[in-house]
């Protein structure tokens, strides 16, 4: 039986090369710490997606040869697929064909590729993208971002087209993503918004989180997943920024 290819797409944290933006915030080290607990994090995440509904966990990640360092920051029986491109868009392009290419032999029905950067993302964000792309019909699903990209895209097939043209990191990614899909007249299914937590403002918003404040953005009924490493590395932070 097929199932759905839910990813991380990940870099394997290393001091000063890790959520650089952040850098001036907490330093190189904390910052490749915080990349780790995102990670694991998010992957928790993953793992709270009911296994009924028949889904295969992978890191899809750069750069190749790191495996060892990234592999104790997943669960256990992740798949590992590297995928290293100066070109964001050939990543994810390159990921969707590893799943639903011929490479894949059919082993999966559909993928989502999830970003890294969201430890509390809602469990159930994946689980409705499953169910949206099992529905009749090709499709592409987004789960719309905060500061204009997506936290999670999910395809039954690749469409290369999707992820040309892109000024990635820019609030242009999703605008100009639902163009190509309407370009290529594929339809598009959008989920709730969530956040990446990539700058000082986005990390105040995590910080909230943590303290009790739902986020504005957060639809009833939306769940956050608990991001226990990142809140315990958040409250050692907090500590010695007051010692």
């Known amino acids: 039986m097929s199932t759905a290819a839910v990813a991380i797409v990940c870099k394997t944290p290393i001091p000063g090369r890790s959520k650089t933006r ?17 990670i694991r994090d998010t992957s928790l995440a993953l793992e709270m997606v009911p296994e009924s509904i028949g889904r295969t966990n992978y890191a899809l990640y750069a750069p190749e040869g790191t495996e060892h360092l990234l592999r104790p920051l997943l669960p256990a029986g992740w798949g590992m697929v590297a995928r290293d491109d100066p070109d964001f868009g050939q990543v994810l392009l ?30 159930g964000l994946v689980t409705a993208a499953i169910e949206a792309l099992r529905a009749p019909g090709d499709r592409v699903v987004y789960g719309p971002a905060t500061d204009g990209g997506y936290t ?42 969530w956040y990446d ?45 007051m010692a």
């Open 197 to 241: 937590v990539d700058d000082a403002t986005t990390f105040a918003v995590l910080q909230g989180e943590f303290q009790g404040r739902t986020p504005d953005f957060c639809k009833p009924g939306l769940t956050a997943a608990p991001a226990p490493y990142t809140r315990s590395l958040l409250a050692s932070l907090t500590l010695r920024a």
């Open 22 to 38: 952040l850098l001036p915030l907490v330093g190189a080290e904390s910052s490749a710490a915080l990349s780790a607990c995102f």
């Open 94 to 123: 390159g990921g969707m064909e590893a799943f639903l290419g011929p490479e894949a032999g059919g082993r999966h029905d559909c993928a989502i590729i999830v970003n890294s950067d969201s430890p509390t993302l809602p469990p």
């Open 152 to 193: 999670l895209v999910g395809l039954k097939r690749p469409h290369a087209r999707l992820f040309q043209g892109i000024h990635w990191s820019t609030p242009e990614v999703l605008p100009r993503s639902l163009y190509r899909a309407e370009e290529i007249g594929l339809p598009v299914t959008l989920l709730p918004t």
